[in-house]
C-alpha cells in the first residue's frame, strides 16, 4: 500500500459520523459572509444595506487575481455590512443578509440529472470555475482558479484528487464520495481537461473501503482516472505528501510548488464543486459540514449554507455539550480553536468539532529530554525540537536557515512529543516571522 | 644542572618564537580603531538595548564619533545613559550636548482582570506573540494586553512587571530608559514611548481598541469608545479621534486636565497629578454620572 | 455557555505519549536482565540495585527542592529511578553501600542536575557515576563476584572475567589462555555457576535477557534500532578483523557477549538526551562507539572500554547533531 516517504503520524482516527448520509440543514434566520474567507486578498462587497439578494446572487467580487468571488448562500434583503468575529478570533467585514423565503437565480440548474458532456475549452472551463468562486474546499481555500493557471514556463501532467481525509474526526469528503461519486467523477474530467492532461488520479485512505470500491466501479467508465488506494498516514492530505504518496515525486522546497513536479492537487470537494459550477452554472455557496465530537449527541454531515452561524449546526446535532471545552473549526490536527460559536459557516468550513473540557486541556510543558521523535515524524524532514527553540530565542537568522518555511504545519511534532511541548506554536511564530522578514527582503530587490 | 638549563634554554626559546609571531601578527592585522569610541563606550550603559537605533553599544559610541566628526551630535540619545551620559560623550569629543526630552513608556491599556470580563482561556506556550496569533484573546477585547509578559521579557533595565492582580505590566518610572524594547515586543502595538511630561505629569488614553463604541463597550468597563467628548472640550486641539479612539498629542497637550472628567469610561488618566481638590469633583461626578465610579477607583491607581 | 471556552492552537490532539511511559518503558525492558542478575547474585544484587535506585531518587529530589529550589518535583518522571537501575547495572554486586552512594550523589549531582536537570546534560548520568566509581575506587569496582551466590554481598566469592582472560591474552601474547572462556551459547544466555569465573557487573550476566529488553522497546517504539545495531555491528567487523589478523585477539561472538557492551549499546548509549537526533547521526556515533570500544579494550589498559567509548561519543553529540541533518522533503527524488 502506498504512502508518503518521510515520517507522518497514525493520530486515533474518531470518525464518528461515518455512514451518517448528508441531511440538509434548515435555513438560518441571518446569513453572514465574512469577505475573506479564502487565501489571498480580501472580496470587494458589490451590495449595500437594503440590497435583495437571490440565492446565488454574487454580492462580492474578487479584490485580485488570488481571490474569490462570494455568492449569496440565501435570498433575501442585506441588513448591514459589518464585521463579525470569524475563525481567526478578529472581527473582520462581512456582509449580513436577513433571510426571506428561499428564490433561487434562474441561472442555476437544480436538477439532479447527471450531465456527462462538457464541450467547453480549457480557457473557459476555468473562466467558469473563477465566476463561480470556487475555492480549495479543504481548508486551506486557495482559490481553484489560480491552480488550474500554471505559470509560464510549468506544465501540468497529472491531476491528483485529495480524497484521503487524513484529519481524524471529519468525514464530510468520504460521505460526499459515497453520495455523489458520479459528479465527482465529471469534476475530475473537467479539472483535466482544464489543465489539459490526460491523467488523474484520486487517492483515498483505506480507512474508507466502502468509498475506494464505489469509486473504483464507478471509475472503469472513466480510463483515464485512476483511484488509489493509501495507507492510513497523517498528514497523507498534504498536498506535498499527496503528490509523494501517489506518483512518487517530491516537491522541493520553497518557492517550488506542485506545478513544478507537474502534479495540481484539488480536493474531492473541490471536484465536486467545479461539477456543480460548470455543468450547472451553480456558484459555491453550500457545502458539506461535519459536526461530530465524543460527547455530541448525534455527530453528523450536514448540507449547508454558507454564512449559517456553527451554532445552528451545533443545535442540528444534538446541541452543545454540558462538558465542553473547546469547539473547532475543521479537524483536531490542524482546526483553529473558535472564540464562540456564532462564527459562520465558511467555503473551507470542513467541520465542527467539540471535544470535552478533559480532551481540551493541554497537558503541562515538560523539558525537551531529545529523544527525537519529533524528527523521526516530521514528514518535511525538518527538526522541530531545534526550530522551536530557535525561534523561542528569537533567533530569526537561523531559524530560516533550518528551512522553517518548509514547515506544513501538520502538528505531527507536537502530537508525538512525549514532553508535550508546545513545538508548533513557536514554529509558527518563527515562520510568521521569517516569512515576513522574507517578504521584505523580496520587496527591497 | 644541565637540565635547568635545557629547560631555560628551550622554554625561553619557545617564549621568543611565540613573541615575534604575535608581534608580526598583531602588525599585519592591525585594525585602527579611533580611540575615542573606547571612551565613549566606556560612558555607555552597556546594555545593548537597541534603543538609540544602533546596533549595541559599541555602535552607538562609533555613530557619535562619525557625528562629532561632522559637527553635531543632533539626534542622538541614549535612552539608557539619558541626558548626563550624553553630557558625558559630548565633553569627550568636545561637542555641545544636545538638549532632549526625557521620555518613558506607557502601557495604554487598563483592561485589568476586573474590567474586561474574560470570555474564553487561552492554553498555550506564554508568548504575546503566539497568543496574538492564536485568537482575539481571553477578553471580547481583540486589541488590549494579552498578559503574557513578552514586553517584561524584552526590557534590559527590569523596569517593567506584570501585576499578578491586574494581569497588566507596569512600568517602573524610575527605571524605565524609554528604549523602546518593549513597544516592539508587544504584538498589538499597546506601548507607546510617550515624553515623561512637565513635573513628570502626563495625560494619556488608556486604551487601544478601535472597536465601534457599542462593541468597546461591552468587551471593556474602561474602554475608549470614540464618543469624542474629550476631543470637544480640549481647548488646545491637542485630542484627535481616529477609528473610534482617541489620541492625545503630548506636543499639543497642556495638562489642562479637562479631559479626564469627560470620559464617561474613564479611559483617559492624569498621571502624577496631586489628587483633585475636593470640589472639583463635584463637576466629576456631574459630567458623567453613570461612570462617576469608575474614574474614582482608577484615580488612586494613577497617582501610583 | 457555562464554561468558557478554551482557544489554543493547532494541533488539538495528543498521541498520549509522555516522558513516565517511556522512562518506565525502559524499566520494563530491563526487568529481565535484573531478574537475572537476581537469580545469580541473590542477596549482592538486591543490595546493589535497592540501594542504588533509593539513593538516585533521594539525590534528585533533594537537590531540586533545596539546591535549585525548584517547586515541580520531577521525581515521579521516572528519570533518577532510571539513572539508579543503570548506575546499579554497571556496578558488582559486591561493591559497598556506601560507595554506591557516593556514586548515585556524582552521577544526579554532577552527571545531570548542574546542568539543569533531565534534558541538560551533556553525558549519561549513569555513566557519569560509573567512571567516577571506576577511577576512584578501581579494587572494589573491579573484582567481580562469581554468579550462584544466592546469600552473600561483600563476602562474595570473586573471580576473573572473561573480559580480564581476553586481555591478558593480549598482554601475554598467548592465545591459549581464549581457551579458559566460556562458550558463546553460555555467554549469550548468562554466565553458568559452574565455570568459577566472575560473571561482571549485574547488568552484564545475560545478553538474552538485555536483548529481549532491546526487542520489547523496538516493539514498544522507545527508541530505534539504529544506535545498538549500528555499534554492534561494528564491534562484530572489527573485532572479527583484530581476530583473523592475530589469533589472540578473541573471536567476535564471544566479544560481543562479554562485559558491559550489550548493556552499553542497547540502554546506555541510547540514552534520549546525550545522542544524536538524526539517524544518520545514530549511526556514526553508533559506529564510532563500536570501534572505540574495541580499540579500548584491545589496546587500552582497561579490559573494558564501552563506557568510555560512549563518554567520549557524548561529548561528540552536539557536534554530530550540527552536522547531520535530516533528508528534508524534496532534497530525495531529484525528478
Not at chain 1, 489571498?40 to 488570488?66: S, Y
Not at chain 1, 484529519?167 to 455523489?180: N, R
Amino acid at each position: 500500500m502506498k504512502t508518503f516517504r518521510i515520517g507522518g503520524v497514525h493520530p486515533a482516527e474518531n470518525k464518528l459520523s461515518a455512514g451518517k448520509a448528508i441531511e440538509t440543514l434548515a435555513l438560518p434566520k441571518q446569513a453572514v459572509f465574512p469577505l475573506s474567507q479564502h487565501i489571498g486578498a480580501p472580496a470587494t462587497a458589490l451590495v449595500k444595506k437594503g440590497d435583495a439578494v437571490k440565492v446565488g446572487t454574487k454580492i462580492a467580487e474578487a479584490g485580485g487575481f488570488v481571490s474569490a468571488a462570494i455568492f449569496s448562500s440565501v435570498s433575501g434583503k442585506v441588513n448591514k455590512v459589518d464585521a463579525i468575529v470569524d475563525a481567526s478570533g478578529y472581527r473582520k467585514p462581512a456582509i449580513f443578509i436577513d433571510v426571506e423565503g428561499d428564490e433561487w437565480e434562474e441561472s442555476i440548474d437544480r436538477s439532479t440529472t447527471l450531465v456527462k458532456e462538457c464541450n467547453l475549452k480549457p480557457e473557459e472551463i476555468v473562466a467558469k470555475i473563477k465566476d463561480a468562486g470556487v475555492v480549495g474546499m479543504g481548508g486551506a481555500c486557495f482559490p481553484t482558479h489560480v491552480k488550474l493557471s500554471p505559470p509560464p514556463g510549468c506544465k501540468a501532467e497529472c491531476v491528483i484528487i485529495n480524497a484521503v481525509e487524513c484529519e481524524p474526526y471529519l468525514t464530510a469528503d468520504h460521505q460526499l464520495m459515497l453520495e455523489k461519486a458520479d459528479e465527482i467523477l465529471v469534476g475530475v474530467s473537467i479539472l483535466m481537461k482544464a489543465v489539459n492532461v490526460t491523467k488523474g488520479y484520486i487517492g483515498i485512505e483505506n480507512n474508507k473501503p466502502d468509498a475506494i470500491k464505489l469509486m473504483t466501479e464507478k471509475a472503469a467508465q472513466y480510463p483515464n482516472i485512476e483511484i488509489v488506494p493509501l495507507k492510513v498516514q497523517y498528514p497523507q492530505g498534504g498536498e506535498k505528501q499527496l503528490i509523494d504518496a501517489v506518483i512518487r515525486r517530491q516537491v522541493p522546497a520553497p518557492p517550488a510548488i506542485p506545478i513544478n513536479v507537474g502534479a495540481v492537487v484539488q480536493n474531492v470537494g473541490t471536484a465536486y464543486a467545479v461539477y456543480e459550477a460548470v455543468q450547472k452554472n451553480k456558484p459555491l455557496f453550500e457545502r458539506i459540514v461535519t459536526v461530530t465530537g465524543k460527547s455530541v449527541k448525534n455527530p453528523s454531515n450536514f448540507l449547508t449554507r454558507m454564512g449559517t452561524p456553527m451554532s445552528q449546526l451545533i443545535e442540528a446535532a444534538g446541541g452543545l455539550p454540558e462538558d465542553t471545552g473547546k469547539v473547532i473549526g475543521g479537524g483536531p490536527m490542524m482546526g483553529k480553536a473558535l472564540l464562540n460559536i456564532e462564527v459562520p459557516i465558511c467555503k473551507g468550513s470542513s467541520g465542527v468539532l467539540i471535544m470535552n473540557d478533559k480532551e481540551a486541556a493541554r497537558a503541562a510543558e515538560n523539558p525537551c529530554i531529545r529523544c527525537a521523535k519529533c524528527v523521526s515524524v516530521c514528514p518535511m524532514g525538518l527538526e522541530p525540537f531545534l526550530l522551536a527553540t530557535l525561534s523561542a530565542k528569537k533567533d530569526w537568522e537561523r531559524v530560516e536557515k533550518e528551512d522553517v518555511m518548509s514547515c506544513i504545519e501538520c502538528g505531527s511534532c507536537q502530537f508525538t512529543c512525549p514532553s508535550h511541548r508546545y513545538l508548533l506554536d513557536y514554529i509558527r511564530l518563527g515562520k510568521g516571522t521569517v516569512g515576513g522578514i522574507i517578504r521584505a527582503r523580496n520587496a527591497k530587490k | 644542572m644541565d637540565l635547568i638549563l635545557i629547560a631555560v634554554i628551550s622554554l625561553g626559546a619557545i617564549g621568543l618564537i611565540s613573541a615575534v609571531i604575535l608581534y608580526a601578527a598583531s602588525k599585519k592585522f592591525a585594525v585602527y580603531e579611533d580611540p575615542r569610541i573606547a571612551q565613549v563606550a566606556e560612558v555607555l550603559p552597556q546594555a545593548n538595548c537597541g534603543g538609540c537605533g544602533f546596533p549595541g553599544c559599541a555602535g552607538f559610541a562609533g555613530a557619535c564619533v562619525k557625528a562629532a566628526d561632522s559637527g553635531s551630535l543632533e539626534g542622538l540619545l541614549c535612552p539608557g545613559g539619558g541626558a548626563s551620559c550624553m553630557e558625558k560623550i559630548a565633553s569627550i569629543l568636545g561637542m555641545e550636548a544636545v538638549a532632549s526630552e526625557p521620555k518613558i513608556a506607557v502601557v495604554r491599556c487598563n483592561g485589568s482582570c476586573e474590567n474586561r470580563p474574560r470570555i474564553a482561556k487561552y492554553d498555550g506556550a506564554q508568548s504575546c506573540a503566539i497568543a496574538h496569533t492564536t485568537s482575539g484573546g481571553e477578553t471580547a477585547c481583540t486589541f488590549g494586553c494579552l498578559g503574557c509578559g513578552d514586553c517584561v521579557a524584552a526590557c534590559k533595565f527590569d523596569a517593567i512587571h506584570m501585576n499578578p492582580e491586574t494581569g497588566l505590566p507596569e512600568v517602573d518610572e524610575d527605571k524605565c530608559t524609554a528604549c523602546g524594547a518593549c513597544v516592539k515586543a508587544c504584538p498589538r502595538f499597546i506601548i507607546e514611548i510617550r515624553p515623561k511630561g512637565k513635573n513628570n505629569r502626563r495625560m494619556v488614553v488608556m486604551c487601544v481598541n478601535k472597536d465601534k463604541g457599542a462593541i468597546a463597550n461591552k468587551a471593556c468597563k474602561v474602554s475608549c469608545i470614540g464618543c469624542g467628548k474629550c476631543v470637544k472640550v480640549c481647548p488646545f486641539e491637542a485630542i484627535t479621534l481616529e477609528n473610534n479612539l482617541a489620541y492625545i498629542d503630548p506636543a499639543k497637550c497642556k495638562s489642562c486636565r479637562k479631559c479626564e472628567p469627560e470620559c464617561p469610561k474613564g479611559a483617559i488618566h492624569a498621571i502624577n497629578f496631586p489628587p483633585r481638590k475636593p470640589k472639583a469633583e463635584a463637576p466629576v461626578a456631574d459630567a458623567a454620572p453613570k461612570a462617576a465610579p469608575a474614574p474614582k477607583a482608577e484615580a488612586p491607581k494613577a497617582e501610583a | 455557555m457555562a464554561n468558557k471556552l478554551i482557544v489554543s492552537l493547532s494541533p488539538h490532539v495528543h498521541s498520549g505519549d509522555s516522558i513516565q511511559k517511556n522512562m518506565y518503558g525502559v524499566m520494563i525492558a530491563l526487568v529481565p536482565a535484573l531478574l537475572v542478575s537476581l537469580f545469580a547474585f541473590g542477596l549482592g544484587a538486591l543490595v546493589v540495585t535497592l540501594t542504588s535506585v533509593a539513593a538516585c531518587v533521594f539525590f534528585e529530589w533533594a537537590i531540586t527542592k533545596f539546591i535549585l529550589k525548584r517547586e515541580a518535583c520531577t521525581i515521579c518522571d521516572g528519570s533518577a529511578a532510571l539513572t539508579g537501575l543503570l548506575l546499579a547495572f554497571n556496578l558488582p554486586s559486591n561493591l559497598p553501600i556506601w560507595i554506591i552512594i557516593i556514586g548515585a550523589l556524582v552521577a544526579i549531582g554532577i552527571g545531570k542536575m548542574t546542568f539543569g536537570g533531565l534534558g541538560c546534560n551533556p553525558f549519561n548520568p549513569a555513566l557519569v557515576g560509573r567512571i567516577f566509581l571506576l577511577i576512584s575506587f578501581p579494587v572494589q569496582m573491579t573484582s567481580w563476584p562469581t554468579a550462584g551466590q544466592w546469600t552473600s554481598y561483600l563476602d562474595a566469592q570473586t573471580g576473573a572475567t572473561p573480559l580480564a582472560l581476553m586481555k591478558q591474552a593480549i598482554t601475554s601474547g598467548d592465545a591459549s589462555v581464549l581457551e579458559q572462556l566460556p562458550s558463546a551459547m553460555s555467554l549469550l544466555i548468562g554466565i553458568p555457576d559452574s565455570c568459577q569465573m566472575g560473571a561482571g557487573c549485574l547488568g552484564e550476566i545475560s545478553a538474552a535477557a538485555l536483548l529481549l529488553g532491546f526487542v520489547y522497546m523496538l516493539w514498544k517504539k522507545i527508541i530505534s534500532w539504529h544506535i545498538p545495531v549500528s555499534i554492534l555491528g561494528t564491534v562484530f567487523v572489527f573485532a572479527g578483523l583484530m581476530h583473523l589478523a592475530n589469533p589472540v585477539y578473541a573471536d567476535p561472538i564471544s566479544v560481543l557477549f562479554t562485559g558491559g557492551l550489550m548493556l552499553g549499546a542497547i540502554f546506555m548509549a541510547t540514552d534520549y538526551v546525550t545522542s544524536p537526533m538524526t539517524h544518520k547521526g545514530m549511526i556514526i556515533y553508533g559506529v564510532a562507539i563500536g570501534f572505540l570500544t574495541v580499540v579500548i579494550r584491545n589496546f587500552g589498559a582497561y579490559p573494558e572500554g564501552m563506557s568510555f567509548a560512549i563518554f567520549i561519543m557524548n561529548a561528540f553529540t552536539p557536534l554530530i547533531n550540527t552536522y547531520c541533518k535530516p533528508k528534508r522533503f524534496g532534497e530525495v527524488v531529484k525528478k
